[in-house]
């Protein structure tokens, strides 16, 4: 019989070895990556598996930065992403309370019409409304692609803040509407300020997916100089690719690095958000 | 409030306590970017539209040559390995990461925290940024960061992108690496939900560990195991992003799911009829799926 001692130090050591595979296969892409994006053309080809280039550079950053336009693509992102997740909270919110605190014929029904939604690939969305904004003159508009962005964040936002607006008694509110709110001000005043962590992490979470979204822009923009930096990249790797991956490397990087940061910075309210949208609903 | 305003709002169906107005954005946004585009698809795929001419006539024959087209069921064929497998490997990847990572908090092990943002940091990433990744750590050649490990390890290098075999492997190897993020944070709400009682009870009826792990983890487990199958399914049969730099759907068409079809049909031979007929197919699997999601939520009492 082994000891309870022993016991634990295998059960330590095995947590650890889960966490070495996991750090060599979720680390080690983006480790290489990082790699290639500080080397010199001269170093791309090397078949060794040294990490530190023996003469580092950051030129591939500033090539992609400016030369191939990447700072405009990145900026373009941040348009997109913040007008997607700001207009989703706003179409979002004042649906979640009326799920939470209303009580109306259908509204089991809209709900789960609304998780319906979150199912539908942005592509089938995007394919009639490519002809539409045709007609309309609506191609290559960040007003037209910023709502189809919208559309696409707000069953999830909805989902979301619905289970923040349950997590709060509603006898505030009521208690707000007795000393003479109506209940539009005991949303404004009472119930959104007390959900401000869960308005936080459903805006960074529908920011970050705006950041990383490519169907919509890819079928509704065509204009290079509107494109958000997934289509960008996308863009520079068919045209450049095999002789300057060290410069496509450093593209990646900058791509990825803003929703990493923010991620990583808010990730404690994040997570709590995700799993109290898939599990709690 | 004036008062002329607040006798107006007094009324049935637009009263402050009423849902019409808190859900009339949500209402115009789903309308105008749902309900409309769901009923222009369909309405599309029982014509012969093209992306090339403005007319168009009603006909059922772009529905029957889809259909039995035998591309379809290649692209299916290819679909279904990539949805089962991405749904095996990030279930079991899943778990285990979670398990550890749950055991580490619990034993308060330094890393844990760096451990779960890391696995997370893949799922943050934009969808075509990972495709990047791979395709730099999936190079064919000597120098690629996968074929040096392998020679590193005394093994020959692989061909990962360009033979049909090894490219399926390799999106579904990028997807697993994008997706298992997201079934370890279920996991682990999971496994935290579970009462230590329980495993307390369980060695004092002296079962070992691999024991309470099978008869008590994975059955406390099993609701948010499927509501994790039918999230992998969903999440995976919408990859587009991450595929077009990784194969661009090649070799071939050995890596071109469903939904890379869809847009191929239209968008590169221009029709917009038989697009609009495998996008009906795509809306009929996420119907499916939306009421499995909506079963389980309600078995577990949720909804």
């Known amino acids: ?281 | 409030m004036t008062p002329a305003k607040k006798a107006f709002t007094r009324r049935g169906l637009v009263g402050e306590n009423r849902p019409t107005l808190w859900l009339a954005p949500l209402l115009a946004v789903v309308t105008l970017f749902y309900l409309y585009p769901a009923f222009e698809v369909l309405r599309y795929s029982l014509t012969n539209a093209s992306l090339l001419k403005p007319d168009y006539e009603y006909t059922l024959s772009t529905f029957t040559q889809t259909l039995s087209d035998p591309v379809l069921y290649g692209v299916l064929k290819t679909t279904a390995i990539f949805v089962v497998a991405s749904i095996v490997l990030q279930l079991i990847l899943g778990l285990v990461i979670a398990v550890a990572v749950n055991r580490a908090s619990k034993r308060r092990l330094p890393g844990r925290v760096f451990m779960r943002s890391l696995v997370l940091s893949a799922w943050v990433m934009p969808g075509v940024v990972i495709g990047i990744v791979w395709a730099i750590v999936l190079n064919d050649a000597d120098y690629g960061l996968a074929n040096l490990l392998l020679g590193a390890i005394g093994l020959g290098s692989v061909p990962w992108l360009s033979t049909p075999s090894t490219a399926l492997a390799s999106v579904i190897l990028a997807n697993v690496w994008r997706g298992t993020a997201f079934s370890m944070i279920l996991q682990y709400a999971g496994l935290q939900s579970i009462p230590d009682e329980l495993y307390e009870a369980a060695e004092v009826d002296g079962a070992g560990k691999l024991q309470s792990f099978f008869y008590i983890t994975i059955p406390q487990l099993r609701p948010i195991l499927m509501i994790n199958i039918i999230l992998i399914t969903i999440s995976t049969l919408n990859t587009f992003d991450m595929i077009l730099p990784l194969t661009g759907g090649g070799p071939g068409q050995a890596t071109e799911v469903l939904v890379l079809r869809t847009y191929n049909v239209i968008f590169q031979n221009f029709s917009l009829s038989g697009g609009a007929v495998l996008a009906v197919i795509m809306l009929l699997i996420s119907l499916a799926l939306t009421l499995a999601y909506r079963r389980l939520l309600r078995s577990e009492g949720t909804l």
């Open chain 1, 1 to 281: 019989m082994k000891s309870r001692k022993t016991q634990r130090l295998m059960g330590d050591a095995l947590t650890y070895l889960v966490f070495l595979f996991a750090l060599i296969f979720f680390g080690g892409p983006l480790l290489w990556l990082l790699s290639l994006s500080i080397r010199g053309p001269q170093e791309i080809f090397i078949t060794s598996l040294r990490l530190i280039p023996e003469d580092p550079t950051f030129e591939n950053y500033t090539e992609v930065l400016y030369t191939a336009q990447f700072s405009v693509f990145l900026l373009n992102s941040l348009k997109l992403a913040l007008a997607g997740s700001i207009g989703a909270m706003l179409v979002s919110a004042p649906a979640a309370y009326a799920f939470s605190r209303l009580t109306f014929r259908g509204s089991g029904g809209l709900l789960v019409g609304v998780l319906a939604l979150q199912m539908v690939s942005p592509l089938v969305v995007v394919i009639p409304l490519y002809r539409y904004f045709d007609r309309l003159n609506l191609l290559d508009s960040y007003f037209s692609t910023s709502m189809v962005y919208i559309a696409i964040l707000v069953p999830l936002a909805t989902w979301m803040l619905k289970g923040f607006f349950d997590g709060i008694p509603p006898a505030l509110d009521d208690a707000a509407m007795v000393d003479g709110c109506t209940r539009f001000g005991a949303f404004r005043r009472v119930t959104l300020p007390l959900i401000l962590p869960g308005l936080t992490s459903v805006f960074v979470l529908t920011a970050i997916l705006a950041w990383g979204e490519f169907v919509v822009p890819y079928v509704l923009l065509s204009d290079p100089s509107m494109f958000p930096i997934s289509i960008g990249i996308l863009n520079f790797q068919g045209n450049y690719a095999a002789n300057s991956t060290n410069v496509l490397a450093a593209g990646g990087v900058l791509a990825m690095l803003p929703a990493i940061a923010t991620f990583v910075i808010l990730q404690r309210f994040i997570v709590r958000a995700l799993t109290s949208g898939a599990i709690k609903g």
